[in-house]
């Protein structure tokens, strides 16, 4: 094959660059507000960025991982839920709690969560798509890898997004300075009664 | 006293007047955005009134009167808690679930703190006038009337904020549609362990 017979592309486009890796991410957050999580497709992304979608697979595996990657999440809940729901039964609550106190202790990790939550409470479009990814990514996983009715997992969820809300968004003291394990203890039960009766 | 004898006065400013509320409340937003809860005196918005205090009491009765009529807030919490802490304590749990759902269950009692809540989500001014008030007029209040440590009351009052929040700006399903007794059931227990351990 000579160098003329391969297509033109705009500068940057070469696939498998870190390039245009951020081409997907940015075509992935326009198709995500644009379409909500639900509705967006790997498909539409990779078109939307004028790419393979074997290429966003192969960078992203999943719809998931694209969204996780372009929020700048600092987790993939189909990664870390297995290892979550695996362990004892009657600890999970404690697992859960602390997980996302430990997870969220790392402001580099917690402020694009923080950011997502802020546009969600003011943008319709924003709190749609993160009802959705919430919805599919989390609750329905673990309510039904736990056979529990679907309002106890969302009350849990309640729970420990007031929490971090009052920690870091409204900075509540003594909450805001209390450290894990003592939140853990008082926390653990609730998510621990939610999740098993 | 003759007519010329009394004070000139701007049009509208006469005291008493539905006008003359409507003034205290605009400077009192203007004070508290300032200022914040915690700083804010009757006076210093009577001043801005440009209006006598006696009259600021009068009409509101408190510092905490002109807060909730400013934001047009459906209850007073001074007025509330009392009744909510007197009953038997192995049920207050469910009173305060009760009557945080019912209260909110009606959409032109919702909707002033839902607006207040998305203010303070994205403002700092907001966030720290909203996490005065809170603490000053509802957690400290509940928190030693009952004799708890201020983060029970805190993570308590995080549960309903969550559950308030998931239900009516975030609309998870089946949260969103879920009766009241339901939810009465499910996290007066929460409550009550928080508000008597």
Sequence with gaps: ??????????????PGSADTRGQVLAAARKIFAEKGYDKATVRGI???AGVDPALVHHYFSSKEGVFVAAMQFPMV???????????????????IVRFL???????EAREPIVALMRTAMVNEQ???MLREFITD????????ALSIPPIRMEVAFAQMFGVLMMRYIVELE??????????????APTVQRYLTA
């Design 46 to 48: 990779a078109a939307e």
């Design 174 to 187: 003594p909450l805001a300075s209390a450290d894990t394990e003592e939140l853990v203890e008082i926390l």
């Design 101 to 107: 106190l430990t997870m969220t202790s790392a402001p």
């Design 126 to 128: 924003a709190v749609g």
């Design 77 to 95: 809940p189909a990664d870390v839920l297995p290892k979550i729901i695996a362990g004892p039964g009657e600890q999970i609550g404690e697992r």
């Design 1 to 14: 094959m000579t160098e003329q017979a391969a297509p033109r592309r705009r500068p940057g486009r070469r």
């Design 137 to 144: 990514a989390i609750l329905s996983r673990v309510a039904q």
